[in-house]
């Protein structure tokens, strides 16, 4: 189907070059767009016979050869093997065949780029909407989420992860193109720009990445960008989130992307959630809890040993309790933060570095104690 604000625009713009008229028909043989506006509405007989038949085109020699219809030569217009309507171009058909040549391949090649733009305003449209469902509605409609994922070819078979990048400044289309480019990015894996200095990717893992929490194969697919971003010299931390196969709980791996992004005080290029699993833990039980659990510690010990034990809980924290990454986040000597932890440990009885359930309550003394401010 030819829209007839299309065939009123090309007919403007060819007609600036010519003093032919030129004529063009929908599929119902009626002229949708001419030079000679009292032609428009009007039926014509032998662009019906071309758009519901088989010739490619029919030439007029006299104004009475069918009603409605004066000399010249009309010719189908195709798009992707249909016949959508058809171009005429009224005078001696002698004289006006080049010119009708030209004007059909013209209006079909204008055609196509119109589908295709069509399309893609269709596609980021579609694309927009997918975004706001998956991010920013926590019980979306999940027909609504299939249908709009199947139209866009998105596959809810794959397990995915969000990887949440803050750009500090702006630039987050300028990364996301890096991203992109990235030869282990795929077209399953779904991508949008959030703002100026925040962009999303779902990236897809495979089965066989869940031993490591998907590390190695989240650093292969940010190494090349990451090289890239250090290049241009923009300054980025990827913050990746939780494991999710169905569209309905994307938003829920999202939020940890964001929760990492607030909890995150010292600049990294990737922070992993699952690191974090027991600080979330900590972070999302109610402050009133924590007060029942911890408000004798509060008060037996100073703030200066407080204040010590949050900033060596959120270094080791970050660095995985890892000592020596620790000592770098935190910008003190590997021994010096030896001694803080045996202050800790001779304060709370607490050996973090061998014991999983110290670790935890580490964790969420810390998180007690920053949420109090």
């Known amino acids: 189907m030819i829209e007839a604000a299309f065939a009123r625009k090309f007919v403007e713009q060819i007609t600036q070059y010519t003093e032919y008229n ?126 709009i994922a199947s139209d866009l070819q998105y596959s809810e078979k794959l397990c995915r992860v969000p990887i949440l990048c803050k750009v500090r400044g702006a630039g987050a289309a300028s990364v996301l193109s890096l991203v992109k480019a990235n030869r282990l990015h795929t077209s399953e894996d779904i ?89 979330y833990i900590a972070s999302i039980m109610p402050q009133s809890e924590l007060q029942r659990i911890f408000n004798v510690y509060e008060k037996q010990l100073d703030e200066k040993f407080l204040q010590e034990f949050s900033e060596v809980a959120e270094g080791l924290i970050a660095a995985n309790y890892n000592l020596v990454t620790a000592a770098q986040k935190l910008n003190v000597h590997k021994n010096t933060l030896i001694y803080r932890l045996k202050k800790i440990r001779d304060a709370l009885g607490l050996n973090v570095l061998e014991s999983a359930g110290n670790r935890f309550f580490m964790e969420a003394f810390y998180w007690y104690l920053l949420r109090r401010e």
């Open 191 to 279: 991508s949008f720009t959030v703002d100026e200095s925040h962009l999303l990717v779902f990236k897809t893992i495979g089965p066989d990445s869940f031993s490591d929490g998907g590390k190695g194969e989240i650093e292969a697919y940010l190494k090349e960008p990451l090289a890239r971003i250090g290049d241009a010299r923009l300054d980025c931390t990827f913050f990746v989130g939780s494991f999710q196969r169905a569209f309905s709980q994307y938003y829920y791996g999202y939020r940890h992307c964001k929760w990492l992004e607030e909890q995150t005080r010292r600049r990294e290029k990737i922070v992993y959630f699952y690191d974090r699993l027991p600080s």
């Open 22 to 147: 030129i004529n063009i028909m929908n599929e119902n043989g009626i002229i949708i767009a001419s030079r000679d506006p009292r032609r428009i509405g009007t039926f014509h007989e032998v662009a019906y016979r071309i758009v519901t038949g088989s010739e490619e085109f029919v030439v007029t020699t006299k104004e009475g050869d069918y009603p409605g219809v004066l000399p010249g030569i009309n010719q189908v217009i195709m798009l992707d093997g249909k016949r959508e309507g058809v171009v005429g171009i009224t005078g001696n058909p002698e004289e006006v065949r080049p010119i009708a040549l030209i004007t059909k391949m013209a209006v079909e090649a204008m055609l196509k780029f119109e589908r295709q733009e069509e399309k893609l305003r269709l596609r980021f449209s579609r694309k927009d909407r997918f975004f706001n469902l998956l991010t920013q509605v926590e019980h979306a409609d999940v027909q609504e989420l299939r249908t």
